[in-house]
Each structure stands twice: as C-alpha cells, then as structure tokens.
C-alpha cells in the first residue's frame, strides 16, 4: 500500500507545480499586453536604428573614459640623441619641483627621488603617469641603482626649523647621501651637480660673498649640522673629481623664495607672508638689521641648469645681489599684502648671520647668468599662492602653480 501511494502523491504534485507555472506566464502576459510598447500600432526597430543605438552609447562611455583621462602640459619632443635621462633628488621639494616643471617641458626623462621628509607629493603630481616621468619613495642615505645621465642632487632639509629638527638625519643626508650618489654618478658615468648653500660662508667677514671665500662658521652651532654638511659634501665631491675622475658642478644657492614654500617651514618669507596674510603680529628676529639677499625660483632653476650643462666645474654662487634688511623686507609684504599686522622684535637667532649678499661675478662670466625677475613680481606670485593655499579646505580643491613655461 505504501508503495502504490507514493506515485500518486508525486503526480498531484507535478499538476500544482503546472497550475502555478500557467498562472504565472498568464499574470505576465497580462502586464505585457498593458505596457506601451505592447502596442501592435507601433512600427517595428528596424536595424540601423538599433545599430545607431549602440554607436551613440559607444560614443557616450568614449566620452566619459576620455574625460576621466590625465592630460598633461605639452612637452617638447627630444629624439634619443638629445633626450637625457636625469635624476633629481630632492625632486618634490620646493626648488626641486620647479626644475623638475623645466626639464619635463624640454622633453628629458625625469626620475624623481624623495623620501617625503619636507617634500610633497602634490608638487608633481601632475607629471605622475606621464612616459617621461618616474617618482621613486626612497631614501638617499641607502644605495640607489638606476641608469642615468645627469644628476641634480637637491636632497636636504634647508630651512632651520627643518634641519635643526634632526640634526643627524641632516647630516646623514649630506654626507652619506652624498657619497651614494657620487658612487652613482661614478658607476653609470654622470655629471652630478650639488645643491650646496650660502650657509657654507657662515657668518661671513667678507662683504659680498664670493667663491673664494672660506667662510666663517661655528662647527658645533645649531646650524652646523646643515652648514658643515654642505661644506663636507663640497669636499666630496672634489676628491670624487680629483681621484674617480666624476664630472661634478657645486651650486652654493643663496635665499631663494616662490610658489610651493611649505607655509610653516620658518624662512623669512613664507613667515612675513602667512603672518602678514592672517593679520597677525609679524615677528623680526633681532633689531631687524640683518641683510638677505633673495631671488625667485625661476630664477635659480635656470642658473642651476646652465651650471649642469657648462664646462665649469668650481663653485658658482647662484643669488640675487639685491640686498635688504630683515625689517625693510617686512615692511615691504606688508604693503603688498596690506592688513593691521604689527611688526614685533624677539630675541635675535643663535648664529643668525649679519650679512648675506652674493658676488655673482663668477655666474656672470662663466654660464651668462643673472636673476632676471623682479624681486615685487616674485612676491606678487608668492602672496598669490599662500592666499590659495589658505583658502584650501578639502583635498579636491587644487592649488596647482602652473610651471612657468607654460605661463610665458
């Protein structure tokens, strides 16, 4: 009895499951007949309208992959005879970006190398993904292989607040960071160039500057560990030049000022501007009296690359022979900024140098350099971009200097 009763059980179940299928394809063919395009009135697609179709949403999605797309500045195109392959270290720094703007417009290959400790990603983002561009996280005071021509070698903390910070990490960047990279323009056979400093001079009794100068520094000052690894890594690179035969050039760069400052990096510009800008109290440190000697950062890069590409090899002092007192610059982006900021004096800086002002006449004669923008337009720019920066309250809104080559 169990046996002849299962079967019947399973064909009542089938007729339920056929009943409820049926029901189904007719409650769907209900709302079929009720849709508008159920209308037997309207014509059939034909083919080419479908095709149309299809192209138009092609067209569309084109559309929105090529607005998604990084477009860059247009560079010019170098063939393989004239087309360099150039390290910078220090690249997504201040001074170090902008050249970095120069070389790419002029259609090199650029590697670009930076541990991040005062540089910033965002001041070359927008060469990131391009053919001819390279960004490497790395740290200099470890071995760095790659295949290059030239090298410019920037990497360094080099306003006082950032270098006294860790003084030992600074003098590990000048001395063995040094060392790897001549060891790299040794192997691969590269011109390197040093981004030394005025600081070199300490505070000097000689007035102006020039490259024979030996300097006055104390060597166990707070700014030491900066001034003497400079000093030590100029030493370098002639014994690399004198016994490895290394084509090296040395830079000794005075103050220099620009779009992409850190605003809060302590030099004497971007501390008037940022004060001068939120109305607060502008601080001089001393009696004010103290000479600077500052130029744009346009300026420099270009002395910087006619040193790479001369036949010159001793020290050249790349600054602007325009000299101000610290309380007479204040007053100066004062009246550029305009605001109620009081000008206040604190206690003069430990080994603050008296006064800087570089003998250009070595630039002059040997690589046809001078500083060429005017020190009111370069303040002009400078206030522009901190008021853009300031303005900033998300990542989205970008305050993007557009290199200078593309500004002319």
């Not at 004239?82 to 170090?96: M, P, Q, S, Y």
């Not at 295949?147 to 903390?157: F, G, K, M, R």
């Not at 204040?330 to 004096?345: N, P, Q, T, W």
């Amino acid at each position: 009895m169990p046996c002849r009763s299962f079967p019947v059980r399973m064909i009542q179940k089938r007729f339920k499951m056929v009943g409820v299928i049926a029901f189904v394809v007719l409650l769907l063919f209900g709302f079929y007949q009720v849709l508008p395009f159920a209308d037997s009135s309207r014509p059939p697609r034909s083919a080419s309208d479908t095709l149309e179709e299809e192209i138009k949403m092609i067209e569309a999605k084109i559309r929105n992959i090529e607005q998604g797309k990084k477009s860059y500045p247009e560079v010019k195109f170098l063939t393989y005879k004239d087309r360099k392959r150039i390290l910078i270290t220090g690249g997504a720094g201040f001074v170090g970006s902008h050249l970095v703007d120069r070389l790419m417009m002029q259609g090199h290959e650029v590697t670009v190398v930076d541990n991040f400790f005062t540089g910033r990603k965002r001041n070359v983002e927008h060469w990131i993904g391009h053919e001819n561009f390279e960004l490497l996280h790395h740290d200099i005071v470890n071995p760095l292989y790659i295949e290059v021509d030239q090298i410019y070698h920037l990497a360094s903390p080099a306003s006082p607040p950032n270098y006294m910070y860790n003084p030992i990490k600074t003098l590990k960047t000048n001395t063995l960071g040094t060392i790897n990279m001549l060891g790299l323009a040794k192997r691969v056979r590269a011109r390197l160039l040093l981004a030394s400093t005025s600081e070199v001079y300490g505070d000097p009794e000689l007035h102006p500057q020039n490259e024979d100068y030996w300097g006055h520094v104390n060597p166990i000052g707070p700014r030491a560990c900066y001034d003497e690894g400079k000093r030590v890594a100029e030493t370098m690179c002639y014994a690399y030049e004198k016994q490895e035969n290394v084509e090296v050039r040395v830079a000794r760069i005075f103050n220099t000022f620009g779009p992409r400052m850190h605003m809060n990096d302590g030099r004497v510009v971007s501390n008037f501007i940022l004060q001068a800008l939120q109305n607060e109290s502008i601080t001089v440190y001393g009696e004010g009296e103290q000479t600077r000697s500052f130029q744009y950062v346009s300026d420099l890069v270009d002395g910087l690359m006619a040193l790479m590409n001369s036949n010159y090899s001793q020290p050249v002092n790349l600054g602007n022979p325009e000299e101000h007192t610290i309380i007479e610059f204040a007053r100066i982006i004062l009246s550029l900024v305009g605001g109620d900021s009081k000008i206040i004096k604190k206690t003069a800086m430990e080994d603050d140098p008296q006064r800087r002002k570089p003998d250009i006449g070595r630039a002059m004669k040997y690589l046809g350099w001078h500083p060429k923008v005017p020190l009111m337009v370069g303040l002009n720019k400078t206030i522009e971009y901190f008021q853009n920066e300031l303005r900033r309250s998300r990542h989205s809104e970008r305050n993007f200097h557009m290199p200078d080559m593309l500004e002319l």
